[in-house]
């Protein structure tokens, strides 16, 4: 029998939260009277599978302020730094430099010190248990390499904004399941770099034609590019790159994609560009908008389909119905369709709506946190192994010069997050380097302590006031070392 919203717990708590904002009920979608809240295209055992890695990982994060608080009132107790790192080994897992406590009793604890250590140590352990944690879901999202190479893609380059409520976008959003042959670089605003996409698209098809067997030429390299705004504070809490424009956002990830296609047009000639997808995600909801190319391959900002939308609109279907609906409702959208543009249209539509039914149901329909709440800069390259929202803001870098606008919109954000609240900024330096490749690590971390130290000079205010910690790590890109602490760069004091 159908359940009445008005007898599903969370949404009657939605209700009551609504009727002060003045707000819907369901921000992600409004849902009739009589409708069931489960929609006949949720996969509910894998929402509940990413329920329990977001639990996991957010919780390794959120008891770092509350264990230091608890060393922070006892540390003039006799034996104190024993009961400091039993506090810290039983509540974080790990424990704390032995000389940061010794002399506590002396100087006090310099708890800004302590809590970006512990920040990173989080970190590392997250990426420790990795292989642990994301076997949880890892095997089960719908839209796996395979699946996507049989809509036509060998590739899948995804670019999104640097934003860390997108940190999600792979496993959650999209619910695409990561592998080598889909890769993810952000940049603020979805400002992608020309130059470098073409580099990585020559490298795709360069490696295609040198390794793979049977080479289909009827496979083609996919560019998505993801902006995002907010619903309910589209003013304040959009994209801070284009101040919360929204038409800024959606103008910039057209002609990025535009101008990536013409370039390698011209390059290569008719027909060698790669496919174009522009996607727009809704960071109070992770709600999704589906921007499809019309029959001269050109995107428009106004036209798109968007998932709280069909997600109400197929709630009280059974699942045939439902999923006919979204079928015809793509095919209708999408003028001189291409068969593998709207099969990944309908396969990301029907994945989202299980992210949408996630909120819902484990954020009452809008996220608490519909600002920033990152814990962390990563410069350089991302990690890889850690996919959850609001963890920490990318910017994706070679040189500091290069990403300078990028480390800039980070360094706004955790002005507000952190040293309003007496904390410092901490920030990761990752490189990848090839083991494969003779001198690769050592060259990686030397370019680990160039950024360090070009971060230092760019923000040398925040520097000479200890207001920047800093953490190098590297990985092997090929192999199972991962963020692995540069040798005498572990202690995070920058002074």
């Known amino acids: 029998?159908?359940?009445?919203?008005?007898?599903?717990?969370?949404?009657?708590?939605?209700?009551?939260?609504?009727?002060?904002?003045?707000?819907?009920?369901?921000?992600?979608?409004?849902?009739?009277?009589?409708?069931?809240?489960?929609?006949?295209?949720?996969?509910?055992?894998?929402?509940?599978?990413?329920?329990?890695?977001?639990?996991?990982?957010?919780?390794?994060?959120?008891?770092?302020?509350?264990?230091?608080?608890?060393?922070?009132?006892?540390?003039?107790?006799?034996?104190?730094?024993?009961?400091?790192?039993?506090?810290?080994?039983?509540?974080?897992?790990?424990?704390?430099?032995?000389?940061?406590?010794?002399?506590?009793?002396?100087?006090?604890?310099?708890?800004?010190?302590?809590?970006?250590?512990?920040?990173?140590?989080?970190?590392?352990?997250?990426?420790?248990?990795?292989?642990?944690?994301?076997?949880?879901?890892?095997?089960?999202?719908?839209?796996?390499?395979?699946?996507?190479?049989?809509?036509?893609?060998?590739?899948?380059?995804?670019?999104?904004?640097?934003?860390?409520?997108?940190?999600?976008?792979?496993?959650?959003?999209?619910?695409?399941?990561?592998?080598?042959?889909?890769?993810?670089?952000?940049?603020?605003?979805?400002?992608?770099?020309?130059?470098?996409?073409?580099?990585?698209?020559?490298?795709?098809?360069?490696?295609?034609?040198?390794?793979?067997?049977?080479?289909?030429?009827?496979?083609?390299?996919?560019?998505?590019?993801?902006?995002?705004?907010?619903?309910?504070?589209?003013?304040?809490?959009?994209?801070?790159?284009?101040?919360?424009?929204?038409?800024?956002?959606?103008?910039?990830?057209?002609?990025?994609?535009?101008?990536?296609?013409?370039?390698?047009?011209?390059?290569y000639g008719l027909g060698a560009e790669p496919d174009g997808l522009v996607l727009g995600v809704d960071t109070d909801t992770d709600a999704l908008r589906v921007h499809l190319p019309d029959g001269s391959g050109t995107v428009r900002a106004h036209q798109f389909l968007d998932s709280a939308q069909l997600f109400a609109e197929t709630l009280p279907l059974g699942r045939v119905q439902a999923e006919q609906v979204l079928i015809d409702r793509v095919r209708a959208a999408a003028s001189n369709p291409d068969a593998n543009t709207v099969a990944l249209a309908i396969g990301l539509l029907r994945a989202n709506f299980s992210q949408l039914q996630y909120v819902i149901e484990h954020h009452n329909g809008r996220y608490t946190d519909v600002g920033h709440d990152e814990k962390f800069i990563c410069a350089g390259e991302a990690v890889a192994s850690l996919h959850l929202r609001n963890k920490y803001y990318f910017a994706h870098l070679s040189t500091v010069e290069e990403g300078a606008a990028d480390l800039d919109v980070g360094i706004k954000i955790f002005t507000s997050l952190n040293l309003s609240r007496g904390l410092a900024i901490p920030i990761l330096v990752h490189f990848f380097f090839d083991a494969r490749v003779s001198g690769a690590r050592q060259r990686a971390e030397q370019r680990c302590h160039r950024v360090k130290q070009a971060i230092q000079t760019r923000y040398q205010a925040l520097h000479e006031r200890h207001q920047i910690r800093c953490f190098l790590a590297v990985s092997d890109i090929g192999g199972t070392e991962n963020v692995t602490p540069v040798p005498s760069s572990y202690s995070v004091s920058v002074h």
């Open 1 to 267: 029998m159908s359940r009445s919203i008005s007898h599903h717990p969370v949404l009657r708590r939605q209700a009551a939260v609504a009727q002060r904002r003045g707000e819907l009920a369901n921000p992600a979608c409004e849902i009739g009277p009589g409708q069931d809240c489960r929609h006949p295209l949720v996969d509910e055992s894998l929402n509940a599978e990413l329920h329990r890695y977001e639990t996991i990982i957010s919780q390794r994060f959120l008891l770092i302020e509350a264990a230091l608080k608890k060393i922070s009132a006892i540390q003039h107790d006799d034996s104190f730094v024993q009961k400091a790192q039993d506090i810290c080994q039983a509540m974080l897992g790990y424990c704390l430099p032995e000389d940061k406590l010794a002399s506590a009793w002396v100087n006090g604890l310099d708890m800004p010190d302590l809590h970006a250590y512990c920040v990173f140590q989080s970190l590392v352990l997250s990426v420790q248990k990795a292989n642990e944690d994301r076997a949880i879901w890892l095997k089960n999202l719908p839209l796996s390499s395979p699946v996507l190479r049989d809509m036509g893609y060998h590739t899948v380059n995804i670019s999104p904004c640097a934003d860390g409520r997108l940190q999600g976008l792979l496993p959650f959003i999209l619910r695409i399941s990561p592998a080598p042959e889909i890769s993810v670089k952000a940049f603020a605003g979805a400002r992608f770099d020309i130059e470098d996409d073409i580099a990585d698209w020559t490298q795709a098809e360069l490696q295609r034609l040198a390794n793979e067997p049977g080479y289909d030429a009827s496979l083609n390299y996919l560019k998505c590019v993801v902006y995002h705004f907010s619903s309910s504070s589209p003013c304040v809490e959009g994209c801070a790159a284009h101040g919360s424009d929204d038409g800024m956002a959606i103008d910039c990830a057209i002609e990025g994609l535009s101008a990536l296609q013409a370039a390698i047009r011209n390059l």
